[in-house]
């Protein structure tokens, strides 16, 4: 993503931010979409585009749970782990899918690359526990292990999004 295109993305939407500062966060959202995740360029284009030094940048890229430094799978698969959708069986939909799909149980990309799967706080599906989120956009529930493997078995056949706005 260069930063013509991200000036070209903020632009219009400028005069809805009355701090210069709160453009950093829409221009790096705008920049993800193109691969899924922010590289070193990324947050250098959205410097140049913002006027903000790139270490303010990656500050914020690395605060927001949603914001990628590190590539993902073409899909992300979020699992709410606060207190409702725990009391209702959040720990076991976690639990098994991490292991359904072999990855660490802090989260982490399965090995052919098409999932990642998190940790998300209190996605605001509480009377529908436990829930998941697909891409940030997409919430389910509620959820068992078994609805929860078919629906990474659903995305991992599912074409992969044109772009990636999570």
């Given amino acids: 993503m260069t930063a013509d295109q991200i000036r070209a993305h903020i632009d219009p939407i400028r005069h809805e ?4 500062r709160s453009l950093v966060l829409p221009a790096l959202k705008f920049a993800q979409t193109e691969k899924g995740h922010l590289t070193r360029e990324d947050l250098e284009a959205v410097s140049a585009a913002t006027g903000f ?4 940048v990656e500050s914020v890229a690395s605060f927001y749970d949603r914001l990628y430094l590190e590539p993902t799978g073409t899909r992300v698969v979020s699992v709410c ?33 098409r999932i990642t799967i998190q940790e998300a706080q209190c996605l605001g599906y509480c009377d529908r526990a436990p829930c998941i989120q697909v891409d940030a956009d ?4 509620p959820m068992t292990p078994e609805s929860a493997g078919q629906l990474v078995d659903d995305l991992r056949v599912a074409p992969a999004p044109d772009e990636f706005w999570r």
Avoid at 82 to 92: N, Q
Wanted: hydrophobic share 35%.
């Fill in 17 to 20: 931010f009355a701090e210069p």
């Fill in 53 to 56: 030094s790139a270490a303010f």
């Fill in 81 to 113: 782990v606060t207190l409702s959708c725990m009391l209702r069986g959040a720990d076991e939909v976690w639990e098994r899918l991490c292991d359904r799909e072999g990855v660490s149980h802090h989260g982490g990309t399965t090995g052919d690359g």
């Fill in 138 to 141: 997409e919430t389910v529930g």
